[in-house]
């Protein structure tokens, strides 16, 4: 004789089979919102890296040059470093259209601004494809890293030693006739939950005298 299932079993059945859904549901959530957590956390940890990165391959190509126009005064090779921010003209430029008036060197300024979009405080670099004698003034400012509370910079006297909070050269008002010939980088970011992360990495300039073709 066969036996069908009562309604108390049927009613039994679904329930636990509600319930494993639920826990399935959860399960997956759960798991979703870990996933792009991680995901967040490791794109922040690679555009940090990516901008210091940056930054270091093009300090690395700053120069000042000797050669000036006494009666036009239109380029200023010169290095401005301060504590908080850092200009230079740099080797490295990408001409991108063809015959555009622009050369290999630019004007390069890095910078920790509020983000006017976000709210929040983020790496900006500022480029002026062809240099000035405006150094650091004028340029089409980027934001080169979001989430960045401060940044600073130090200069290596090797004469001396030491490292210096300031590195002007004797056409920025500063004492200096060359560059440094390290830049120490060291940047404070937000990561989750508002915690802030100190980030560190130097690069060494190649061209620390000024360049004086005979």
Not at 5 to 13: C, K, N, P, T, W
């Amino acid at each position: 004789m066969k036996r069908g299932f009562s309604l108390i079993e049927i009613l039994v059945a679904g329930a636990l089979l509600a319930i494993m859904g639920v826990m399935l549901m959860t399960t997956l959530n759960s798991s979703i919102e870990v996933k792009d957590r991680v995901d967040g956390i490791s794109n922040r940890y690679y555009l940090i890296r990516q901008a210091m990165s940056r930054m270091a391959r093009e300090i690395a190509m700053a120069y000042t040059s000797k050669h000036k126009n006494a009666n036009y005064a239109v380029i200023n090779t010169q290095f401005k470093g301060e504590k908080s921010s850092l200009s230079f003209v740099a080797f490295g430029g990408f001409v991108r259209m063809k015959d555009a008036k622009e050369s290999d060197q630019r004007e390069i300024t890095y910078f920790v601004e509020t983000d006017m979009r976000k709210g929040s405080s983020a790496l900006m670099r500022k480029e002026k494809v062809n240099p000035t004698a405006l150094l650091g003034e004028e340029g089409r400012v980027q934001i080169l890293c979001p989430h960045i509370k401060s940044i600073n910079f130090k200069y290596w006297n090797h004469q001396m030693k030491t490292w210096e909070d300031e590195w002007r050269t004797e056409g920025m008002g500063g004492t200096h006739s060359d560059l440094p010939l390290r830049v120490l980088i060291e940047m404070w970011a937000i990561m989750e939950n508002e915690v802030e992360q100190k980030f560190v990495t130097q690069t060494e300039i190649m061209i620390t005298n000024p360049i004086n073709i005979l």
